[in-house]
T-cell receptor
Framework: GDSVTQTEGPVTVSESESLIINCTYS????????LFWYVRYPGEGLQLLLK?????QKGSSRGFEATYNKETTSFHLQKASVQESDSAVYYC?????????????FGDGTVLTVKP | DPKIIQKPKYLVAVTGSEKILICEQY?????MYWYRQSAKKPLEFMFS???????DNQTASSRFQPQSSKKNHLDLQITALKPDDSATYFCASSQFRTDANTEVFFGKGTRLTVV
């Protein structure tokens, strides 16, 4: 089946340090994967951080970026300089462009704590 | 203002009982979904509804029954509750289109504990 594997947390970094959260996927039943990063801030619901639907392209939002690499089946999330407000749980997710439904396959989530 | 309202936020139920989780969305979307996140497990897709019709069901147990009384409502009825049903249940919605990808929006979840 389809699956997503991401960096096992918790991850703790200091403010202004760089960050990478790894995400790899297996899309055995999906011909045209869409890739997403969702984030859940404390006390909030899950919200979309960025998405990429075409292999080789990069998505970016709020200083975060991720490149859809079809060869390595990866979609790592990076930020050059994190802030304390980035503390949250980050989820990598896989969708199906051919059906365009809201059915997403999620990774386990990575808890990020940014120390001041 | 929250655009997807889930009620209640927390719920404690006795084994064998029945509960209904409420979800309303005010985004004007035509598709709604339920996801579940159990302890130590990723978010799992359960159901999708579009125009109040079931589109996809990934839940093996018939104890879980979505109910859609209005286009912007998708409640989840769970019968004969078991401790293993303890999880946070997330409602979500999107504007389903065949020609483009649209964002899936999530509610804040209902945390269900079965004792």
């Amino acid at each position: 089946g389809d699956s997503v594997t991401q960096t096992e947390g918790p991850v703790t970094v200091s403010e202004s340090e760089s960050l990478i959260i790894n995400c790899t996927y297996s899309a055995t039943s999906i011909a045209y994967p869409n890739l997403f990063w969702y984030v859940r801030y404390p006390g909030e619901g899950l919200q979309l951080l960025l998405k990429v639907i075409t292999a080789g392209q990069k998505g970016s939002s709020r200083g975060f970026e991720a490149t859809y690499n079809k060869e390595t089946t990866s979609f790592h999330l990076q930020k050059a300089s994190v802030q304390e407000s980035d503390s949250a749980v980050y989820y990598c997710a896989l969708g199906d462009r051919s059906t365009n439904t809201g059915k997403l396959t999620f990774g386990d989530g990575t808890v990020l704590t940014v120390k001041p | 203002d929250p655009k997807i309202i889930q009620k209640p936020k927390y719920l404690v139920a006795v084994t064998g009982s029945e509960k209904i989780l409420i979800c309303e969305q005010y985004l004007g979307h035509n598709a709604m979904y339920w996801y579940r996140q159990s302890a130590k497990k990723p978010l799992e897709f359960m159901f999708s509804y579009s125009y109040q019709k079931l589109m996809d069901n990934q839940t093996a147990s018939s104890r879980f029954q979505p109910q859609s009384s209005k286009k912007n409502h998708l409640d989840l009825q769970i019968t004969a509750l078991k401790p293993d049903d303890s999880a946070t249940y997330f409602c979500a919605s999107s504007q389903f289109r065949t020609d483009a990808n649209t964002e899936v929006f999530f509610g804040k979840g209902t945390r269900l504990t079965v004792v």
